[in-house]
């Protein structure tokens, strides 16, 4: 028996969201129920359903930051019971049996992934992700989340939280590295928050100094203004490493001289153009470098780290009519600095 759940969703390009029933598949013996009490609103989200991304099937369901409790498991579920506190992040599924799933870089599956949203189900469905109040995944694809983080905070953290703790790890942020994270939004306040808790010297980068008051409460040493031109000429060659989360296209050859030789630029952020590079962006033995995501061990790793470090993000909780301006207010930069919905309001 399938099961209906309350979601929000968007039924034809360019059209807001509306409350609608959609329905979860029946539980396979390896599935878990979970009834989602919070869904992060990732910029992600926005690019895929205003097409900035490609045409997209509509309706769509999107919501990737998942966090819940436990409703139901299938006769064959050993990680979880009913109750257990779970988190669902940007992937539903994967075969587990390539050489990226055997890695635990089950993003990468080469059959590929299922995503949370805007995929297909390996039985030809199509995937809906998390603004709704139920969803089923199989339990492989749900992440503890630990008792000292509260469920809302904690719903960032499975795609903002993720996207930027595996690069920082990967890259060696930790003491006596200087960190930039340039686009204090979403992920990027998660990043400051993170790269502080390893240790790292770290500078909030913006286009003002408007947020310079809340990224030094968000753990860093310092905020840069990317209007003024002294921050390219003061921090010249300073940084370890730098992390792009910004949304849009950025002139990235001013940023990569902010590196230190044989300093690396990780870019996360996904604005639909190109970036433009000179050759010479890399004298300095610079690199450049890309990461998606992260695998579901990762994932677990990052909650662990973070319910250690009290990281929980930032956020503003909404309820479910709200998320049209929501949209609006993220690409505005209106917000700080995640979007929650508490799904309980869907359809009152
Ligand atoms: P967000 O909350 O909107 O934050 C983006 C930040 O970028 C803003 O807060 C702003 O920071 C800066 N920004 C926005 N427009 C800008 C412009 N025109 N010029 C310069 N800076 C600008 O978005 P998010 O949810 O953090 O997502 C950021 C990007 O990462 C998106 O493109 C998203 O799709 C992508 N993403 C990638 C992955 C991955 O796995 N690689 C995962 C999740 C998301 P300031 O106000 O501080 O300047
Ligand atoms: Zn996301």
């Known amino acids: 028996m399938t099961t209906a759940t309350r979601a929000l969703a968007v039924t034809q390009a360019n ?12 539980l396979r013996d390896d599935d878990v129920l979970i009834d989602i009490k919070f869904a992060g609103i990732c910029h992600s989200d926005i690019h895929t359903v ?3 991304w490609g045409d997209i099937e509509f309706p769509i369901v999107p919501g990737h930051e ?9 006769d064959a579920v050993t990680k979880y019971k009913i109750g257990d506190r779970v988190g669902v992040g940007c992937m539903v599924d ?34 809906q992700g998390g603004y709704a109040q139920q969803i089923v995944v199989t339990e492989r694809f749900a992440c503890r989340i630990p008792d000292e983080l509260e469920l809302d905070v904690a719903a960032p953290l499975l795609c903002a939280g993720i996207t930027t703790y595996s690069p920082l790890k990967r890259w060696g942020a930790r003491p006596g590295t200087k960190v930039g994270i340039v686009g204090v939004g979403g992920l990027g306040h998660i990043g400051v928050k993170i790269a502080a808790a390893m240790g790292a010297q770290v500078y909030g980068i913006s286009r003002s100094m408007a947020k310079a008051d809340d990224s030094e409460a968000l753990g860093a040493t310092g905020h840069l203004a990317t209007s003024d031109d002294a921050t390219f000429r003061d921090h010249r060659r300073s940084f370890d490493i730098i992390l792009n989360t910004v949304s849009a296209d950025l002139p990235m050859g001013d940023y990569m001289r902010l590196l230190k030789p044989y300093g690396v630029m990780v870019n996360v952020g996904l604005p639909n153009g190109d970036y433009q590079l000179s050759p010479r962006s890399f004298s300095g033995n610079t690199a450049i470098a890309g990461s998606m995501i992260g695998g579901i061990a990762e994932t677990q790793e990052m909650l662990d780290f973070c319910a250690e470090h009290g990281i929980g993000a930032t956020i503003e909780t909404i309820n479910a009519d709200q998320v049209n301006e929501a949209y609006d207010r993220v690409v505005d930069g209106d917000v700080r600095y995640r979007f929650v919905i508490d799904t309980a309001t869907i359809g009152e």
């Open 15 to 26: 059209r807001p969201f509306e409350a609608t029933t959609i329905e979860r598949r029946h």
């Open 94 to 127: 994967s075969c587990g049996e390539c050489e990226n799933c055997k890695n635990d870089h089950e993003q990468f599956c080469t059959k590929p992934a299922v995503f949370t949203y805007n995929s297909k189900n390996y039985d030809g469905e199509q995937a």
């Open 50 to 52: 205003r097409q900035e």
């Open 66 to 74: 998942i966090a819940g409790v436990v409703s139901a498991v299938g």
